[in-house]
Structure formats: C-alpha cells, structure tokens
C-alpha cells in the first residue's frame, strides 16, 4: 500500500519492541459484542490509472464553467483567476501545513494570513478583520450573534434582499440562542430605510443587509446605519461579491459595525459551492467579541519583528463553554487564495475588475431591458447581477438557452414566489460582449 | 539532506535565514501592476449613468502595487517559512497530519468538478451528485450510520448541526431537556457547540484507567439530559472500554449518544460507531480522509446519523431515482441550512479519491499501522516520560512532562519548542486538560519507522537535555526563522493588521 510505508518485516520488530505478538492483540480493549467480524462492504481498492479514468469519467458526466457561457452568480461568481493563485496559494508548502500553533515555525503561513487580515481590512474599510470562516452565510450567523452579545438585545432585523440562503442559515444558527429572526419586507429591490427604522425598536441588536443586495441592488448603507445607529442597534453588511468594493462605497464608509462576507469571489474556484471564505470584520472597539483565529504581530526574545495567534482567550479550546464561536478549523488555504488574488490584482487591478463588471453587467441590463417583453425589475443602480421580468417563465428560458451552451441566470421563483417571472443574470468580466450579444440574441429569437 | 540534520545545526548546511520577509504592502512600488485584464468591449458610457458617484468609494483600497514575479518571490519566500506534511513529520496528537495524496488534489482540481457552479442545474451536474452520493453511502457503512450530510465545513461545525437536529428531535417528541454531557477529556469544541445549541454543559470525570467514569456519569444522566458527547477512541488515545454499558446508559434516560469523530483514524474498518450504540457522530474528512489542511482549514465535517434523526439533516439531501440524482429541499422536519449550498465539495472529492484508493483492506490497515505506530513510539518514549495512564494505546498517546517539569524547572512548552530545533513539528501540548505537562503525540500510519526512530531519538535527546543543560531547552528554539515569541505582548497590545 503506497500510503502505508512499513514491511512486514519492519511491523515484526515493532511489535517486538512493543511486547505483543500480533496486532491484533492492540485492539484486544475493544469488546468482542462490537468487533467488525468481516471486510466493509466497499468498492475493491482501484489502482490510480484506474481511478483517475473512473474520476474523469465522473467529471465529464458535468458541464463545467470552461464549456458553458455563465451568467449565474447568486452568490457564487465566475471570475477569471489569475496564474498565480494556483502556483503559489495551493503549493504543498501551505497546502499541507497544519495551523500555526507553533509559531517560530510558521511564520510564513502567519504572516500571510496577518497580511490577509489586512487586505481585507483595506477592502471594507474596517479595522479588523479575522483570519476566516466556513463561508459568507456562517459568518452572518456569527455577526448576529456577536451582535446581540455586543447590544444585550435579542432580535435580528433582516432585510429580505439578503441571499435567501444566507438568512436561512441565518435562523438556523441563531434559533437556540434567544434571538428571534424578522425579516423586513423589500420595497421595489432594496431595503428601504424609513421601513428599517419603523422596525427598529430597542430589542433590535441588528440591521442585516446585504449590498448589492440579492437582486444586484445597491442599498442606500448610509440611511440604513443611521435608521439602526438612531435605536441603538448595529448594522451588519453582508457582502457576497467583494470585488465590488474595488468601486463601490466600502461599508465602512457608511458606518456599518459588522462586515460577513462571502470571498469565492477573490479567486476561488467555484467549485459547486466550496471551500468557499467566510469574511468577518467589524471596529477596533468590537475586537475581544470577533469569533475565530486572529494573527498579530510581536516580536522574539531578540526583538526581530513575528507573527502569533493571539486574543486566543475568546476561543473554545481556552474558553470552552463560554468562547466567543465554538469554530476550530476555517478556510485558511481559502484566505490565502484570496490574498494572493488580491496581491496580484492590486490597487489598479481590483478598481480595474471590478469597472469591467459594472459596465459589462450594465451594457447586458440594457440590450436586455430592450427586447420585448422584458423589463429591469427595479430602478435602483447595479454592480454585475441585476433582475428582469422575462415575458417568458426563466426556468423555460433557461432550458433553451443550455441548447447554445449558455447558462442562464437564477429563476428568483425558487426562492420569492412573489417574483416568478424575474431571472437574476449575473455579468462578470469573464463575459465577453460576444458572449451577451450572443445571449440577447436567443431571448431575442425565444419569445 | 534530511531536515533533522540541517536544522540541527549541521556544519553542511547553511543556517535559516533569519531577515524579517517584508510584508507584501512594502514591496513594489506606486503604479507597479501585476495583472493582466482585457479593455471593455463594450460601449463607453460615463460611470456616472451606471453607478452614481455617491455609492462610489472616496479612495481606493490601499492594495499592493507589485509585478506578478513580486508576488511569487514573497509567497514563495513565506512558503520556504512553513512546515507542512510533504516537509516533515508533524505528529500533532488529535489532528491525524496523515499524508495528503497527490492524486486527490490531481482529481479535484479537474474543471469537471472544480469549475461547476452550485446553482447550475443537477442534469448538468450528475457526476459531482453521484460523487456525493457514493461518498454519503461509503461513510455510512464505515461508520454503521444510515445517513450522512456533508454539508458541515469542519468538525465544530457538524457538532453544531448534530446538537440541533438532537434538539429538534426532541422538540418533536415533546420532551424538554437542557443538559449536553461531556467528558472533562472532551475537545473544547464540544461545550463551545453545546452552548450555541442552547444546551448547558455538565462535564464527567475520567477515571483511573482514562475511560469516563462511568458511576459519575450515570449519577449526571436523567430525564433533563439530551446528549452525551464522547470521543473514541478519547483524546488519551484510549479506547472507551465500557463504551456498551456507556450507550446503555445514556440510552436508559432516554437521551442520545453523539460521537466526537476526530479520532475515528484508530478504528476504521475494525469497529463502527454504529454497532457501539452511537446515534451520531462527525467525520473530520480532513483527519481521517487525507484531504489536506490548508494551513488551518478547509476541513469538511459530515455527520452521520441513525434513522430516527434522518428527518432532521439539513436541507439538501441528496437522492437517487434510477439512475438520476437529484437533490431533495422537500424536507419539513429539517433543521435548516447551516451554511450556503451543499459542502466543501472539493475537499468531498478528495475524500473520494482516498477511499477508492484505499479500499476496505487499505482502510483496515491504516488504522492498524496507525496503532502499530503509536504503540511503538509510546514504547521506546516510556522510560524517558511520564506516562499518566499506562495502557495499550490506540491511535496516538498522552505523555506527561511532569518529571522535567518539576526536577529541572523543564516545561513541556519548552520541550516542544527544543524539538523544532531538531527539525520536527511539536507534537500536541497541555491538551487534554486532565493532563498535566501533556504531550498528545500521533504519528498516524503513513510515517515509516525510520522517521518514527528520529522523532524517538529526538525525544529522548531532549529529555536528556531537560536533565543535564536545562538552559538551553528553556531557550529553545534557536534554528527557526525567529527565537520564542512574545504572547503577552500580542495579545496586551494586538497589532492585527499592517499599517504603514
């Protein structure tokens, strides 16, 4: 077994050493009563050509995002991703590498993470943020709850327009934690902030919104905090694209507490949805009531600068019962990817991706908006996803366009029976104008 | 040359550097780029009519501005400042830093599974379902568990999703019961997953020979208990001797028995869950399964539950009709969601791969070298250590430094530190908790016993270190890129991101 190094010789001299004469003898602890008495019931091992063969076989069942013109996101977006990503983020080095508990070790896994920490402090504006989570809807779950903690308030006010997975996950989360759920209807895509602040009473620990919203909407970030800032309560920002804030107003521009964010989007592969990167960020002042891993700078017995996790009494293997998150293992090699991404994109790049987006998702919006019969479902200014009411049902339109190898958008009637005509296309930009012009083309020839 | 010998100080080899690698935001210079992205190709129009300046960011970012050979030389510089599984032995006791295959990542990374996105529509996706569902079928029968969801991304994570489901379950059955049960040898996850459940935590201590006590946990068990959170074997690496009159019990007030599966590397193919008298339990995919750890996660966290908690599992599950998979949201009594989508599915396909490779025969040897390797170890470090409980031990052990401690002023952190200078990754330390000075060692079964003999003789030569020049374990470590690091000043005045 190529995994398995030792002989039978080398197995002989260790059971020696050991005093036993078989290995069976090792599980002797075991009681009989619950002792397989036979082999699992699993396929035979298969060599690796074999298993390669059966694996590419399993992977070409799919349609991958390399054979289909994609415009789906709602959450998960096809961003081109750079070279280096693969060879530097993914190298054995990091890959393999346990977490840093032993610091003089892992310096390099810390510092970059240290470095991750404050990429994506730079991105939303925030003053801290942690070294990961699960992904974009656990770390709203965690910002409710640190929210509530923060506030001794026990409801989340959440806007309808955030991922409906994400609030799903959301109430899952928080429902044994004597904090109750409401959501906040829409009003024409967004959240609109006079309803926020008619809900808004002080049992409200926080206002959830997510900008660009759900629908591709951007909110108005600035009434919504100070409508939650005016009661007392936080505003939490859930972001699911951050390359949007290579342009858009960062949420803390707009005074928010709490960032929980999604980051596939920084060079993830989509990956039928994960490892995706939790993001998790708020203000300075909020720091000891941030859950999960936290790197800092120090400095050795010689005085040379060094990186080690720290604040650690916030987590469960000191605080067990009473930690801040009961969460261990997170998305570190995701972290990193997303640090490597944003390294090589830069202070240019991210402005540059990120136009690119607004523009191509805008110039589709528009030739869509322009056939007949289709029209945008709200007025309120996009990034790269945005929703129109199709004259034909989506989930329709979505069969004929698979035809031509295009991946259609999100039929919103999955989640808001409400809004069954309405399609959620996402442009990123990996389209090419062919690309829309080719997708305007069959709604064109559909209807 | 061997690892050992160079950061032992050999004369050969040159010394680790030791210059501070600056951070990326110092390299490189204003205007420098390092990416390549096409010009619009579609008409100009102002950004004013597409997005309106007011929600428009004041300033950019202040990202990097690096050419793209600036970025490879500072990771690649941070990833020669690493210790990773394909450097050395990293016998992290409760971790199983077992070897990562290489074909696993050359599977998953296949645009076949790595390029799908989740939304795409499941006839687009048959390949990646049927992954999961075989996957979902091997786990149940290794674990004698009938259903299993994937959709946890780490072992915390699916403790939190089992407590939930064994709540519901009960608010089902009209019984109230506030109480989770632990061991005061459980992983600091299992009381921290309780108390977001909504559950208080009431710990059992262990007894003489490392098993739960079992008189003190029947005097804790009642009507108000819902679960019992055990590990097994537990973090002494012992397996729970009395784990049938253990279930009885828990099973006798009417409660669950939940499995810790962070240690399910000892037992595979050799005993299942199921047959104990579990009722659920989580995989740590990234222990067990070889999918690697990424420097601190993705990890991939199924759990796996008996038939009376099928209803719960969080929505999707996924089911085949004939020859279709498909995924079933039609699921009323479920917990919810726990997370966006379905699982970290590349780390499932990893898991996978390392399951077809190895085979029921493969998985049975794996857990017997893993314990031949442990005992061996524990073998020869017995003399050389405390050893609080003297037993066959299964997957890893628990040494105690106790004796250094106390004869030579020698802590175990010291010890652990030393032994980076002989070019190893510590093992686990001050954990579990009921150890003084512990020392959680788990060499797992893909390490050969000439590596295990260097780790042994490193061990030793520390603790003859500890006797005979404690000064310079207390000072250790001395080859690695930095000496011993300030905790309390990290942590007094956290500087937690880079500023200029």
Known sequence: ?????????????????????????????????????????????????????????LAGLNSNCDQLICFLGAGAYDHFVPSTVAHLALKPEFLTAYTPYQAELMQGELQAIFEYQTLMCELTGMDVANASMYDGAS?????????????????????????????????????????????????????????????????????????PNFFGCLEDGEALAKAAHDRGALLIVAVADPISLGLLRSPAEYEADIVAGEGQALGNALNFGGPYLGVIATRERFVRRLP?????????????????????????????????????????????????????????????????????????????????GYRPAFEAPTFNEFVVRCPVNPEEINRRLLEHRILGGLPLGRFYPELGDCWLV??????????IDQLVGHLEALQ | MSAPARRAGSTAAPPLSKRPIPVI??????????????????????????????????????????????????YTALSHRNYSIDEGFYPLGSCTMKYNPKINEDVARQPGFARLHPYQPAELAQGALQVLWELEHDLAEISGMDRVTFQPAAGAHGEMTALLMISRYFEDRGEHRTTVVVPDSAHGTNPASAAIAGFQVVEVKSDRRGNIDLEALKAVLGPQVAALMLTNPNTLGLFEEQIIEVARAVHNVGAQLYLDGANFNAIL???????????????????????????????????????????????????RDGQRFAFDYDRPRSIGKIRAFYGNFGNLVRAYTYIRTMGPTGLRQAAETAVLNANYVLSRLRDHYDLPYDRVCKHEFVLSGRRQRDRHHVTTKDMAKRLLDYGFHSP??????????????????????????????????????????PDLVRGAPYETPVTRLDDVLAARKPVLRWRP
């Open chain 2, 428 to 469: 686990t330390i001050y954990f579990p908790l009921i150890v003084e000075e512990a020392i959680m060692i788990e060499p797992t079964e893909t390490e050969s016993i000439q590596t295990l003999d260097a780790f042994i003789d490193a061990m030793i030569a520390i603790a003859g270190e500890a006797e005979t020049n």
């Open chain 1, 292 to 372: 999960g891993r936290l790197v800092g700078r120090t400095i050795d017995t010689e005085g040379r600068p060094g990186y080690v996790l720290t604040l650690q009494t916030r987590e469960q293997h000191i605080r067990r019962a009473r930690a801040t998150s009961n969460i261990c293992t997170n998305e570190a090699l995701n972290a990193l990817v997303a640090a490597v991404y944003l390294s090589t994109l830069g202070r240019q790049g991210i402005q540059d991706v990120a136009e690119l987006n607004a523009r191509k998702a805008h110039y589709a919006r528009e030739r869509i908006a322009s056939l007949r």
């Open chain 1, 1 to 57: 077994m190529k995994y398995i190094p030792a002989t039978s010789a080398e197995r002989e001299r260790m059971l020696r050493a050991i005093g036993v004469p078989t290995v069976e003898d090792l599980f002797r602890d075991i009681p009989p009563e619950v002792r397989l008495r036979g082999p699992l019931d699993l396929p035979p091992a298969m060599p690796d050509p074999d298993l390669l063969g059966h694996a590419r076989r």
């Open chain 2, 25 to 74: 935001f110092e390299r490189g210079a204003p205007g420098r780029v390092g990416y390549s992205l096409p010009p619009s190709d579609v008409p100009e129009v102002p950004l004013d009519a597409i997005i309106p300046a007011s929600h428009r960011r004041s300033r950019p970012a202040a990202l990097p501005e690096v050419s793209e050979l600036d970025v490879v030389r500072h």
């Open chain 2, 269 to 319: 193919g050799i005993t299942r869950p199921g047959d104990q008298g579990f009722d659920v339990m989580h995989f740590n995919l990234h222990k067990t399964f070889t999918t690697p750890h990424g420097g601190g996660g993705p990890g991939a966290g199924a759990v796996g539950v008996r038939a009376h908690l099928v209803p719960y599992l969080p929505v999707p599950t996924i089911e």
């Open chain 1, 426 to 435: 996402c442009v990123t930009e990996s389209r090419t104008r062919e690309e």
């Open chain 1, 139 to 211: 770390a709203l779950g965690e910002a409710a709850s640190m929210a509530a903690d923060l506030t001794k308030r026990t409801r989340i006010l959440v806007s309808t327009a955030v991922h409906p997975e994400y609030r799903q996950v959301l109430r899952t989360f928080t429902s044994h934690m004597r904090i109750t759920v409401q959501d906040l209807p829409l009003s024409r895509g967004i959240t609109a902030p006079a309803a926020a602040l008619a809900a808004i009473t002080d049992e409200t620990a926080a206002l959830v919104i997510q900008s």
